[in-house]
């Protein structure tokens, strides 16, 4: 039986490179194509496919929002990330539900392996990123530590932006997110962190090995 995947991406030529490729694989079909979240979201109780292969950033509806939306209501596909951006977006895709994340850099060998590895059930990551970030993000996505110094996968996604010097509003831009749920975020962070101030957070962060 064939291995069912959708295409989202906002650029045709993506897609049709896709799809070329993944079409001569034999155990592979391309049942479909969308340029945004919310025409995949349209499709995919359609097509039913097994894999969906989105970009993080759209027009409309981003990557992580379909990736939740996915997970919620068609828990049945499992959504691998191609995106242009690194780790950028990587602990929001992991919380959302994704069970991959690749760079659009992969080969073509890369990219076919991993869609047959999600299939069987693993999580796949770039080679270029560390599997020990994706597995951290992917256990607390599951919920399986409560600590409370734990930080959770979007927490994470806002310390690091901090260490680098981001402001609110940049961070809120970053992860689509509004400044008061960034400020809300942050405030969680100091009190879990124990601390007072963004640079005694990032400091603390870095002494918990969460930097």
Known sequence: MSIKVLLVDDHPVV????????????????????????????????????IVLLDIKMPGMGGVETIRQIKEHHPEANAIVLTLYGD??????IEA????????????DELIQAIRAVHRGESILHRSLSRELFSEFAS??????????YLSPRELGIIHLIATGTTNKEIA?????????????????????GVKDRAEAVAEAYTRGLL
Do not use: C
């Not at 001569?24 to 359609?46: K, P, R, T, Y």
């Not at 539900?97 to 992969?106: C, H, M, N, P």
């Open 173 to 193: 831009a970053k992860l689509f997110l509004s400044e008061t749920t960034v400020k809300r975020g942050v405030s969680r962070i100091f009190d879990k962190l």
């Open 140 to 149: 607390l996505a599951r919920g399986k530590s409560s600590q409370k110094y």
């Open 15 to 50: 897609r049709q490179g896709l799809r070329r490729m993944l079409e001569l694989e034999e155990d592979m079909e391309v049942v479909g194509e969308a340029a945004s979240g919310e025409e995949a979201l349209h499709q995919i109780g359609d097509v039913s496919p097994d």
């Open 97 to 108: 539900g994704a069970v991959g994340y690749l760079i659009k850099d992969v080969g073509n």
């Open 88 to 93: 950028q977006y990587l602990a929001q895709a």
